[in-house]
């Protein structure tokens, strides 16, 4: 009984989802959506874990960085509060992706404002792409550069 709001918010609620929108697009039920993140973001995870085993302070951070990109990325639901906890990541770790995230997310305030006036609650397309679209640019970005190192 105490719980109910919380389950209902995860069963139901969505709003302002990065990567875990592409993925229930995909996938037949929200369920099996939920699913596929885990897996990706416990498989990269995993992936992190196992890998260079000389950890500098700089690569700690920038794996821990990434990791809860990745976790923010894949979630249902992205209020703008959450992209922030990846500032002390990004001071320790800079990275593109992150940081255009800290600045888009302000975007998706813009719901507040109908919803104030109408009582509906529903994300604007052009709204997510202003926000998004940056971000996928980033990512592509940092990609490139972590290929060019890792040639070196």
């Known amino acids: 009984v105490i719980l109910?709001?919380?389950l209902t918010f995860a069963?139901?609620?969505n709003h302002n989802e990065f990567l875990y929108r592409f993925i229930l697009f995909a996938t037949p039920t929200r369920e099996i959506a939920k699913l596929v993140c885990a897996i990706l973001f416990l498989g990269v995870i995993s992936v992190f874990a196992l890998g260079?085993?000389?950890q500098t302070h700089v690569g700690l951070a920038?794996?821990?960085l990434w990791c809860l990109t990745l976790l923010l990325a894949l979630s249902p639901t992205?209020?703008?509060?959450?992209v922030t906890w990846l500032a002390p990541w990004v001071v320790l770790a800079p990275r593109m992706t992150p940081l255009v995230w800290m600045i888009t997310v302000p975007l998706s305030y813009e719901?507040?404002?109908a919803y104030k006036t109408t009582g509906i609650w529903q994300e604007k397309t052009w709204v997510v792409a202003l926000e998004y679209i940056p971000v996928a640019g980033a990512f592509?970005?940092?990609g490139v550069r972590w290929a060019r190192t890792r040639r070196r």
Not at 78 to 82: A, D, E, G, L, S
């Open 52 to 54: 260079d085993k000389k």
């Open 140 to 142: 592509l970005f940092d």
């Open 78 to 82: 992205i209020h703008p509060w959450y």
């Open 4 to 6: 109910n709001g919380l």
């Open 111 to 113: 719901i507040l404002i």
């Open 11 to 13: 069963e139901h609620w």
């Open 62 to 64: 920038c794996r821990n």
